[in-house]
């Protein structure tokens, strides 16, 4: 599904050149459920955003379902983020003008031959599954970080994208709110077969997942299969 | 889409109460010059009552006379240069004969009317489009005889009869009597081929035909059986000009004398030195001016528009990491921006209806009727849209190569 081969990233400044990823070779199955765990500024979250498409990579190759993306443009670039793609970020990342509902809509926008009517019906499907039906008229505002976390899902899941990537989506939240959180992914890898690699500095979460890979300063240096979900 | 987008700029709109104040003062202040001056522009060249049909219309109001060392003389044409070369065009339907209006005393009731005066011929009515409130024009017939009938405005109406009868009564001008036949709506100064408070037989000048001069104090109305003959028009005439015999001509002086269209006439009068065209360069410079106008408020508009979206920075990261493309983003800031214009544009027209109205009762131009018609919002709309993408357009671009990382480390909601 997400195969990553011989990556580097190296920040560049007029005085200093920071490598963040070093000869990273990673390949995430369909339907695995990954956790990346590293201290902070070990490359984690960058590792994420170059599965992501947010980012490129200083040299090597990622390839997303078997398709070398390295020559796509912006254009297709988005466009295989919209299609394939769904993100949950530490801090919710939703846009706070709109209703908890339009925020879940957003990635269906950049679908054009989804109708309005199907965007609201598929919206509020994604915040049953999340648990929220009952706020859709609220703004984020309104709204506490458990359930902004699962807003900020159900949008990620509306597009019924192959992969969702999470940057420490349980970071910002209680215990109690993150068990919640992480039950919601936890359910979403095993019914529907979505491939999920969360970062996270939580030991706790990360035995949860199936395989756990461990970073630090910007390498890898442990890759373990603790479950296998398919099986189970 | 479009319904989400504007959604999210009203939001942003009302979110940002100071920032939506500046940019709509600013909106609506330029806009409402602009429309100001578009109505002023539209109201002294646009087809206003009583010249309906501009573009089947032409008025000859020089007659320039350049010597070989420059010397150069001009006025309004001769009854004669009129009648003789220019009343006797092929191509034209109608061609009137006109004077410059002066101005004449009249009194009522001991007290001193300033009256502007024009003498007119009877195609005079048949080509112009005057409304007639009361009565009807004086025809040929009043014209040949020199009767002493009269046309007056509405204005001179009220001021000399106030609710009495009009029409059949007399009025005294310039010490002379004339009888009133019709009564017409104001027409405004600024049409000066049609407008005066009097209208009067041109026959009643007939001492002033025999001045066989080319330079006079008259004007010609010509008018076209359709728009396309125009050229025409205007080829017979050069021709004409060529022929014309000049009693004392001195070797190498030039003549100059054009039928244009009032607008033409303006460009010709301000840029040509009377003997060119220059319709193009005058729109030029008028293009220049406004857009020289609209630069600093747009440099603002562009400037606020960067810091107001800047701070929106998280929502580009979170739309572009699911799947707006930089150019989708590009639509939407330019969308939103286009719709605080065309609200900005509201206020503008408003207020411009406004400043118009103030004008109008300020008796600034004699019978100004300075409005926002349908030529006018159109113009209007334009200018709010060519503002609106002219300050949305950089700013969303700049932003749009925001990369999505940088983009979601901006903010945290």
Known sequence: MITLKNIEKVYQTKSIETVALQNVNLTVPQGEFLSIMGPSGCGKSTLLNIMGLLDVPSSGTVEIGGKLITSYKDKELAHLRNEKIGFVFQSYHLIQDLSVLDNVELPLLYRPHVSAADRRKRAQVALEKVGLSSRTGHYPSQLSGGQRQRVAIARALIGMPEIILADEPTGNLDSVMGEEIMQILLDLNRQEFTTIVMVTHDEQMAQKTERLVRFFDGQQVSDAKLYDFQKA | ???????????????????????????????????????????????????????????????????????????????????????????????????????????????????????????????????????????????????????????????????????????????????????????????????????????????????????????????????????????????????????????????????????????????????????????????????????????????????????????????????????????????????????GGLFGFALSALVLEMINDSRLIAYADLSLNLRVFAWGLLLCLIFGLISGVYPAFKMSRLHAVEALKGGSK
């Open chain 2, 1 to 343: 889409m479009l319904k989400n987008y504007i959604k999210i700029a009203w939001k942003v709109l009302l979110r940002r109460k100071f920032f939506t104040f500046i940019s709509l003062f600013g909106i609506s202040f330029t806009l409402m010059v602009l429309m100001v001056v578009t109505a002023l522009f539209d109201h002294t060249f646009g087809p206003q009552m009583p010249e309906q049909k501009t573009d089947e219309l032409l008025f000859v109001n020089i007659m320039r006379e350049q010597r070989d060392g420059g010397f150069m003389s001009s006025g309004p044409p001769s009854y004669y240069f009129l009648n003789r070369y220019v009343h006797t065009l092929e191509t034209p339907e109608n061609v009137s004969i006109n004077s410059v209006f002066v101005t004449v005393n009249s009194y009522v009731n001991n007290k001193k009317l300033a009256l502007d005066i024009k003498f007119t011929d009877a195609q005079f009515w048949q080509i112009l489009d005057f409304n007639f409130l009361e009565g009807k024009p004086f025809g040929k017939q009043e014209v040949a005889y020199a009767s002493r009938v009269a046309v007056i405005n509405e204005n001179t109406r009220r001021q000399y009869f106030g609710t009495g009868e009009a029409i059949g009564q007399e009025i005294e001008v310039d010490q002379v009597n004339y009888k009133v036949v019709g009564v017409v709506e104001d027409v405004p100064v600024l049409r000066l081929h049609s407008y005066a408070d009097i209208w009067v037989p041109i026959t009643l000048r007939s001492q002033e035909f025999k001045n066989t001069g080319l330079r006079g104090t008259y004007f010609a109305t010509i008018k076209a059986r359709q728009a396309a003959d125009i050229p025409g028009i205007k080829n017979e005439y050069a021709h004409m000009m060529q022929e014309v015999e000049r009693q004392n001509p001195e070797k190498g002086t030039a003549l100059h004398s054009f039928p244009d269209s009032i607008l033409e006439s303006f460009a010709r009068t301000l840029l040509g030195k009377g003997r060119e065209g220059k319709l193009g360069l005058l729109y030029v410079i008028l293009t220049g001016i406004t857009l020289l106008f609209m630069l600093l408020p747009t440099i603002n508009l562009i400037n606020i528009n960067i810091s107001r979206i800047m701070e929106r920075s998280s929502e580009i990261g979170v739309r572009k990491a699911f799947g707006a493309s930089s150019n989708t983003i590009i639509g939407q800031f330019v969308v939103e921006n286009v719709f605080l214009t065309l609200i």
